[in-house]
Structures are given as structure tokens and as C-alpha cells.
């Protein structure tokens, strides 16, 4: 029979752990707005709790309940 691995040398099944990803995520906070800088060619997202990330990409997943979902951001080089 062989022995079963260390537990702590076994990957840890949460994917936000075992891709490192918890440093990049931030709990309790709200996306309040979303633009594209056509000049910079950037997202400039705000947040509820004041903050302001310049991003080179935006991926949305709100969610189809979500009244954030009916207010898409505005996409580069869309009128609105
Ligand atoms: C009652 C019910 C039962 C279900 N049961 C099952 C099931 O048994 N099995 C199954 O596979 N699926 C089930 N589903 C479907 C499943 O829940 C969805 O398909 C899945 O949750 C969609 O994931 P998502 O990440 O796209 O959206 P969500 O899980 O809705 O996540 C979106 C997140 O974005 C957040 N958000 C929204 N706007 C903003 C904003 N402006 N700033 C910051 N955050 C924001 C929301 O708070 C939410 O946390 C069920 C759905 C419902 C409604």
C-alpha cells in the first residue's frame, strides 16, 4: 500500500490559494462606476470605498441578478 502524501504537501484545493490570487482580490467593496480612457488606453474603475484602479482590462461577472449586470460599462470607442 503506499503512504498517502503530507497534508501539507498536497495543493491546496482552493483555486484562490493555490493560484495565489487571494493578494488580488478585495471583499466588501462595491464597483461604482466604469470607464475606458480612450487616451490611455485604460479602464478607470471606482469603488464604494474610494478607490481608483486603472486596469488595461475589465472582466465583469456580476451576476444575471445583479442591477449592476443592467448597467454595463461603457465599452472603447461606444457612443452612450
Ligand atoms: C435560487 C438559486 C439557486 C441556484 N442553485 C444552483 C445550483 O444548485 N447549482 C448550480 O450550479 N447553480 C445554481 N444556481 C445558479 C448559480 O447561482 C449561478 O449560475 C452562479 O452563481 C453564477 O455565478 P456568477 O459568478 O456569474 O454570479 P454570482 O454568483 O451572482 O456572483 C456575482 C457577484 O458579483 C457581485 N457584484 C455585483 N455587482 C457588483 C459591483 N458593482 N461591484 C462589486 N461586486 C458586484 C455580487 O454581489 C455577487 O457576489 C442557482 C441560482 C439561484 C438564483
Known amino acids: ?17 493555490r493560484f ?3 493578494k ?3 471583499f466588501e467593496t462595491t464597483v461604482t462606476s466604469a470607464r475606458f480612457n480612450d487616451e ?6 471606482a469603488a464604494d470605498r ?3 484602479v486603472s ?3 475589465l ?4 451576476g444575471i441578478r445583479s442591477t449592476s449586470g443592467r ?6 470607442h461606444e457612443e452612450r
Open 50 to 52: 474610494g478607490d481608483l
Open 71 to 76: 448597467r454595463r460599462p461603457v465599452r472603447p
Open 59 to 62: 472582466i465583469t461577472a456580476p
Open 55 to 57: 486596469a488595461r482590462f
Open 1 to 17: 500500500m503506499t503512504a498517502a502524501p503530507d497534508a501539507a504537501a498536497r495543493p491546496s484545493p482552493c483555486p484562490a490559494e
Open 24 to 26: 488580488d482580490i478585495q
Open 20 to 22: 495565489d490570487l487571494r
Open 40 to 45: 490611455s488606453g485604460r479602464w478607470l474603475v
